[in-house]
């Protein structure tokens, strides 16, 4: 007690003790955009005393986009009710698209950010953060000769790892043209999803490589992906793959060892792994981008010796939503796989060329992998 | 020759083959925002023909700030030449406040986003990607008791580690309010400037955590800061160092553990350092909410007892800015500290309230601690 007032007669104390918090200038009450309803049905909102036209961009979304203002300068837009998902969005604000500025949640990567809008279920989902043991994700740098210098990749180790002497098998897990190494985490929720699987006995425990699929100068598919693409191949053989074999603890035959990607890291994927059959036993192609001659050009011994590459491939599995620009090639390929015999699962289903779709594959294909 | 003949007169390889790379839907030419010139002039551009106003929000910058438009409605700004740096800023578009459309590089946090544009140097900065050893950063999940259900948690471990026994000194690193725990990485690059000053040996090896420090439904320092900082320093004295003493081997000792936060983390690095000196014999202060009393209020027996703090602490480092907004309440605590006879380091330095001020500090601190 004697303490307490001998402090509190201080003055200098008493300043730290009797004020209010620190402020920052005085700022107009926040803007809750977007808020998602009981019913899930959404509302958008944005600030705007001085905008002339507000919009949602949405493609998931076939009903009315236009935002009304109110006397306040205040725009809104409520839609749905939406059935329980991640997506993506963007305003358009006179013109021109951007993120919603008043939702923190933004979507980043080597292109234009979106913002992201949760709409939580009632029983959680496959990507939800659950109570479950928790893998790790390590970020992680490596040497690479074949493209010069210094690379980040993002690892994911299942829960328990790295504990014991075993060896687990490893998903080279690839992101499309928009995103970076951290996309298949951030967005596409990845250690979230195996966890979940993991915890319920419906995926193996393994390693996912989530390597960094662009080469500075290269990431456009009008100019660079050629030689972008092979020199991602000759990344992930000559430097990622020895430098995860030696940094972690993975098993190094083709039946422990998978490839999967997305949009461009589909026909990447496609490249590496069917290209490589003494190296990747397991191949899973997502909305791929396999009309890419760098893609498929080096398929032609794959495509031309269907028996070997039957007795090599342990799996080869194909999505495609029949709203995706890629679908046209998609089922070309698959009617090329078909035509030659080459065993393969091929999977249409809804949804277009988005996070949604990619997610329900990776959760999809995980327990198909390494049986 | 003849397999390469026979697969291309396949109409379906062909297709896949000879096709031009798959497009998007026609889109309007990128613009190319921010762009650095040599001369470390920067431009900004922003496409908004509907637009009637654009500026940019910078308080870095006190130029020109109104962008020109031309007769095609792209918008530019030209200003500098600036300082090698990473800097954040916003748009103001017809009133509103967002990001640079154009720029991919944004900062997320629980605010709302901002623009990130890096002006390199000649020589490369210590917060820059080097081609030495690197350490990884993890991002784990563990099981809060003092808060309730799972909480993320950023973890730096430096080159080399796991491989050996050497247990090592630790660093808790608290972010601020308007981050979350990828704020020290993402933004922050303390990973980097770790990995910088360890191959320089000017930094001791150690592990660095970077825990969330926020509590749902807490996060307004009008509000909920007071019954935050009592669960945050709960959660890390209860729940976060059990788990990271479990998970990594680091040394268990005061004199081998430090915490040092900004601004809002700078409150809860005082209250929980400061007010548990049997745990921590090192104190890092960047910008700090010195003026919660959530902050000093458990702080009474350290102002009370001046030989006995001096005793057990290694270092008090505290740093702000000229122009930051709390240096009013941080030089009231270094004058409290000093009419009572407590050893610290006080830098008074040039800058803000801001990131640059905060990656400076953190270079300067690292190579003082577990001396």
Not at 277 to 302: H, I, K, M
Request: glycine share 8%; with cysteine.
């Amino acid at each position: 007690m004697k303490l307490i007032l001998c402090l509190a007669s201080s003055p200098l104390l008493w300043a730290l003790i009797a004020q209010e918090a620190p402020r920052r200038p005085a700022a107009e009450p926040p803007i809750l955009s977007p808020e998602v309803h009981p019913d899930r049905r959404v509302t958008f909102r944005l600030r705007g005393p001085q905008v002339r036209e507000v919009r949602l961009n949405a493609n998931w979304w076939a009903g009315e986009k236009n935002f009304a203002r109110n006397e306040e300068g205040l725009w809104s837009l409520t839609i749905g009710p939406l059935e329980p998902e991640i997506y993506n969005y963007t305003y358009s604000i006179d013109g021109v698209t951007t993120i919603d500025p008043h939702n923190p949640a933004v979507k980043t990567g080597v292109r234009a950010a979106s913002s992201i809008l949760e709409v939580p279920s009632d029983s959680p989902a496959v990507y939800d953060l659950r109570d479950v043991p928790h893998g790790s994700v390590h970020i992680r740098y490596y040497r690479s000769r074949a493209i010069g210098g210094v690379r980040r990749v993002h690892v994911y180790t299942p829960p328990g790892y790295p504990a014991g002497n075993k060896r687990y098998p490893v998903l080279y897990l690839l992101h499309g043209a928009g995103d970076d190494d951290s996309g298949w985490m951030l967005i596409g929720r990845a250690n979230l999803i195996l966890d979940n699987l993991i915890a319920e006995g419906r995926a193996p425990e393994m390693l996912v490589i989530m390597p960094f699929g662009h080469v500075a100068g290269l990431a456009d598919p009008r100019t660079g992906w050629e030689e972008q693409n092979r020199l991602i191949e000759r990344d992930l053989l000559e430097d990622l793959i020895p430098f995860v074999e030696s940094a972690y603890r993975v098993r190094r035959e083709a039946a422990s060892r998978a490839i999967a990607g997305l949009s461009m890291g589909g026909g990447q994927a496609a490249r590496i792994g069917l290209g490589n059959l003494d190296l990747f036993g397991w191949v899973g192609l997502f909305s791929a981008a396999v009309r890419q001659p760098s893609a498929t050009q080096p398929l032609q011994r794959f495509l031309a010796e269907p028996e070997r590459s039957n007795r090599a491939l342990r799996l080869l599995w194909i999505g495609c939503g029949k709203d995706d620009f890629l679908i046209k090639p998609n089922e070309e390929f698959v009617a090329l796989l078909a035509s030659r015999g080459i065993r393969h699962t091929w999977r249409l289903t809804d949804g277009d060329h988005s996070w949604p779709v990619w997610r329900r594959y990776l959760a999809e294909l995980l327990p198909l992998l390494f049986r």
